[in-house]
């Protein structure tokens, strides 16, 4: 019995020695060797052997990895007291200063994290607090990572999530975001009145455009016309002239035949036997004759023709 124990015995601590001296390291973990106590080297990844009791082995994960570091109060650089909760990404690239040149990286790189924000935010005015973050997450890396580079680390990024001001300045916001909204409102109203007002004067335009175009056609055909009408009474007022001149002219010849005429009649009921005609009675006398015959009318002879 006692035989069977020992034996058990046996083959556990074969087996521990086993497990402890062969390892097999993942490609993101690495083993920072301590040799009775003094710094041995670090090894991984892969298999590698740790020899028990001689070498102490430390894991160190080579994984980047964040800090959910909780809401700090912090004071602005106008005394304004503000809350700030961040997350700080790192990965270690040395494992050696990890484990050797510091006690616990993590606490210690929270512990820096928190005091660095203060200081940051003591330089930065409310305002800019509010409005500059991502400057403050820029400045926050820079700060940190110069801190833990002794201690084989980088910080890679730094994300402030939330930033709550004190309520008599969150207050005030909100009071200038109401404000803000209302001038946007009403800057928009006066924006569409404005197009509004432009598309009916260009439509009132348009309109008073085309009325005077029509206004000027249509005076233009009644100028056109009032010509064509005063032509037509022009030539109408001509043709009526010209018709009672040659009327007047008729007329006038006919009178003087005749008065020629009674002034013969006169001369032959004298007792004279002789008389002497002027050349030009003759003519008309002859043009008289020649108009009765064309009027249809005969001339008469006399008897001493």
Do not use: C
Not at 60 to 81: C, G, H, S, W, Y
Not at 97 to 102: E, F, H, T, Y
Not at 195 to 223: H, N, P, Y
């Amino acid at each position: 019995m006692d035989t069977s124990i020992l034996i058990i015995a046996v083959i556990l601590f074969v087996f521990y020695i086993v497990v402890r001296t062969f390892r097999i390291i993942p490609e993101y973990e690495r083993l920072v060797i301590l040799a009775l106590g003094r710094y041995a080297g670090t090894r991984g990844p892969g298999l590698t052997i740790v020899l028990p009791f001689l070498e102490q082995a430390i894991k160190v994960d080579m994984r980047e990895k964040f800090l959910d570091i909780p809401a700090q109060t912090a004071i602005t650089q106008d005394n304004a007291p503000i809350a700030i909760d961040f997350l700080v990404y790192y990965r270690v690239v040395d494992p050696k200063l990890s484990v050797i040149a510091v006690d616990h990286v993590v606490r210690a790189s929270t512990n820096i994290a928190t005091t660095t924000l203060r200081a940051v935010i003591g330089d930065i005015s409310l305002d800019d607090v509010l409005s500059k973050r991502e400057q403050i997450n820029d400045t926050l890396r820079v700060k940190l990572d110069e801190v833990t580079e002794r201690w084989g680390l980088k910080i890679t990024s730094v994300e402030i999530r939330e930033i709550e001001p004190p309520r008599e300045v969150q207050e005030a916001m909100n009071r200038q975001m109401s404000a803000e909204r209302e001038r946007r409102a009403l800057v928009t109203r006066a924006s569409g009145e404005r197009e509004a007002s432009i598309a009916v004067a260009e439509g009132e335009k348009q309109g008073a455009i085309l009325r005077a175009e029509g206004q000027k056609q249509s005076a233009i055909l009644q100028a056109e016309g009032e010509r064509q009408a005063q032509l037509l009474r022009a030539q109408g007022f001509a043709a009526a002239l010209q018709a009672i001149e040659e009327q007047a002219q008729l007329a006038s010849s006919n009178t003087m035949y005749l008065q020629y005429m009674e002034a013969l009649r006169d001369i032959g009921a004298g007792a004279s036997t002789k008389f002497v005609l002027p050349m030009e009675l003759v003519n008309m006398a002859q043009q008289f004759a020649g108009g009765l015959v064309s009027n249809g009318q005969p001339a008469r002879r006399s008897s001493g023709d």
